[in-house]
């Protein structure tokens, strides 16, 4: 692998993925640092290979857009103007720009940086799963227990079902056994 990829920290890459309509984006000026291209090079590409990237591969940010992510995160240094708006590469575009940059470079960084959206996806699942057993948990609660008098009942209560759903998913499930039983005929 290459030395300069080793000193790019998953920090580092993570610092660069942005939320943009609800999906997790990094942006073309970003990703030329990484692939150590210039901005002008990477766009020039897609624009080339452009049937390659759909809506849900890259999209441009609108003016507005831009205007809010410079100013909640300082994208832009002040006096860095380009002619033309930002693109933002989804997970899948990022992937795709490997294969039209075509470097040894994009395809290391390129590994890297779907390693760190891989890893976002599952913490996102799990906190969803975490999510669903405390609504599960709620629903009890209000469902079951009408009368309680004190929150140190209900405290407890939650510690006992939090208890019995990790008992219930460390239980095998018992199957029937599949095939023939081998045996005398009566």
Not at 12 to 28: H, Q
């Amino acid at each position: 692998m290459n030395e300069n990829l080793l000193n790019v920290s998953d920090k580092i890459i993570e610092n660069k993925i942005y939320t943009i309509r609800g999906t997790k984006v990094m942006l073309d000026k970003d990703l030329a640092e990484l692939y150590q291209v210039e901005t002008k090079q990477l766009k020039r590409q897609v624009r080339r290979n452009i049937e390659r990237f759909p809506e849900d591969f890259m999209f441009e940010l609108t003016a507005k857009e831009y205007e809010i992510l410079r100013s909640q995160f300082g994208t832009l240094s002040h006096g860095e103007h380009s002619k033309y708006l930002p693109m933002a590469f989804t997970e899948q575009g990022v992937a795709m720009l490997s294969s039209v940059l075509g470097s040894k470079q994009a395809i290391e960084v390129n590994i890297k940086i779907i390693r760190i959206f891989t890893k976002f996806r599952e913490v996102l699942h799990s906190h969803q799963e975490l999510l669903l057993k405390l609504q599960k948990i709620e629903k009890y609660v209000i469902t079951h227990h009408h009368n309680i008098k004190s929150h140190d009942d209900e405290i407890k209560i939650i510690f006992e079902l939090i208890d019995e759903l990790r008992k219930d998913k460390q239980k095998p499930t018992k199957r029937k056994p599949i095939g023939f039983k081998i045996g005398k005929k009566k």
